[in-house]
């Protein structure tokens, strides 16, 4: 298995270091909690 992907990021420049989806603002702290709320995940495409 390669894990050379790299698809959570933290970097002080984007979202005050929090964890995020590499390449989106998006933080992993939003996907838990709206996990957390019972939404789902829809694969796009």
Avoid at 18 to 42: C, F
């Amino acid at each position: 298995m390669n894990l050379q992907n790299n698809f959570i990021v933290s970097d002080p420049n984007i979202m005050m270091g929090k964890p995020v989806i590499s390449g989106t603002r998006i933080t992993v702290e939003l996907i838990l909690e709206k996990l957390a709320d019972g939404e789902k995940i829809e694969p796009k495409g």
